[in-house]
């Protein structure tokens, strides 16, 4: 007996003294040389800011792609097929199939056509008057993906807010159904941080009350409306309408001879076997905006500032007023491709997925914007985390993907698509981890090793697992965690999350150079982001090879 118990602990010592070295060996795959390598292609001009569709993304897609096969990663895009020469058809050779590492699909890209309208119309019918407003002059579209008309009673929804646990409700006591809402920008308080209202929505939870704001034209378009006239008191709008417009580049200004190519004066979306119209959204001047409530009872300025003292719902539709709209839409189909691999585990049929994406904002009047940050670091990450998982030389439990998706920047795309099929193939997907920004500094980051962890709440294990790897390996990193039931925000965790797939999510900081052609390689802080490579890394092998993590309280105390 004791000969059989010291063989045991022989073996599970030997065990344990193989797990570390195979940790070891992926560690020491995770080299400054290789991020820095790796990182100054991604971010360089040669991939044009690797907006999606465009050639500078096809190159970034084609060299992941070219890195993954070197490391030893599995193709687990689309099926390919082979095309035989006529001589080897007539030899009997047949196409055949096999993976790639592009998972590719369409997505729409639309922007507002040349014709837009507006009219606000008062009186009723048969004594109506009409006052004709101008595109780019009084107002702006954000068009649907796809043309719309329409004419309809106007209804006042205060701020479009809804805070269900602190019982505030715009949309509660009003029809909004073939209706279209006119809604003020911001929330109750928002323009004063000593009113109650700011005191009551805010402090609590800033990020909660982002998401409310962010929810509201969905939410709007859920209760029936169709259209929404959007009201800005605190700044004007027509200052980004000119025709002459001056636009910031690194920090400076200058003024080109045509107006700039701007990335977000187009929308992408999925295409679908519905329509699918979003709700046109107009923003309006002062002077629509007054049009629109002359006659009525109500008066913005005035509700502002009840709202900021005592929030309490005002909606209400504006009587003997009406709008009639029309807008174009100028759409095409762009293509677009995530770059895909895995390493095949024990477990065949359940995956971990490690992602970040590579898409960026691309280039306009000559100026690239790199985003060497966002999300070049990222992309290195898990291309690293697809070396070191290779060079640990074990097959691991789970089998682990490797995604670099596309389309981030225009709605999560490429990680959306992914997850779709995932679900329509019933793959069972257990964790993702999500890399985005993972290389910058605050500027109150003094000790230059502060970042970033969001996840599922369920899985707190997650974070412990983080804490002992920092400690174990000394790894300088200060890291703050935020769990939720299923972790938000803009980016590609969300649809995992959205599926109730355990996520978790570094970050290291926001920065001022995000979303300028300034988020260049000078500005990286190479350890911090070896460091986050690394603690994915350690994270993401210990997952891959255990079950404990997936575990809640109530399931580990059986």
Known sequence: MKKITALLLLFFACNALFAQVEEQKGLEAITIESIKGQLGFLASDWTEGRAVGTKGAYMAADYIAAMFQTYGVKPFGDQVYSRPTRAELMAGIRPTASKSYFQSFSLIEYEPGDEQQLSVISGKPGSESSIEFNFKTDFYVNTGSVGQSGKAGLVFVGYGFQDEEKGYDDLKK??????????????????????????????????????????????????GAIAIIRVRLDIDPTLTWASNQIYPVKGNYYEADQALNNYYSTRMMMP???????????????????????????????????????????????????????TTVKSKIVKARNVVGFIEGEKKDEFIVVGGHYDHLGKHDGWIWNGADDNASGTVG?????????????????????????????GLYGSKYFVEKAKENAMNVVLNLNYDMISR???????????????????????????????????????????????RGGSDHAPFAAENIPVFYFMAAMHPDYHQPSDELNNINWEKMLNIIKIGFLNTWQFANSDDWMKTDAEAEK
């Open 382 to 410: 898990v291309m690293t985390l697809a070396k070191a998982f290779m060079a640990t030389g074990k097959k691991p439990e789970r089998s682990v993907i490797f995604a670099a998706w596309t389309a981030e920047e225009r």
């Open 174 to 223: 009003v029809d909004l159904k073939g209706k279209i809402a006119v809604v003020l920008s911001g929330f109750p308080g928002h323009r004063d941080s000593a009113s109650v209202a700011y005191k009551k929505f805010v402090p609590m939870d800033r990020y909660a009350v982002s998401r409310v704001r962010g929810s509201r034209y969905g939410n709007l378009e859920k209760a």
């Open 272 to 326: 679908g076997k519905e329509v699918g119209v979003n709700l046109p959204v107009f923003s309006i001047t002062q002077r629509v905006a007054n049009a629109i409530i002359a006659g009525t009872n109500v008066d913005f300025e005035k509700f502002e500032e009840e709202a900021a003292a005592n929030p309490v719902p005002k909606s209400v539709e504006l009587s003997g007023k009406s709008i009639a709209f029309k």
């Open 441 to 487: 500094d605050t500027e109150s980051d003094s000790a230059k090793n502060k970042a970033g962890m969001s996840y599922t709440k369920a899985n707190h294990r997650i974070e412990e697992t983080t804490k002992q790897f920092i400690e174990k390996y000394n790894l300088n990193l200060d890291v703050s965690y935020r769990a939720s039931d299923r972790p």
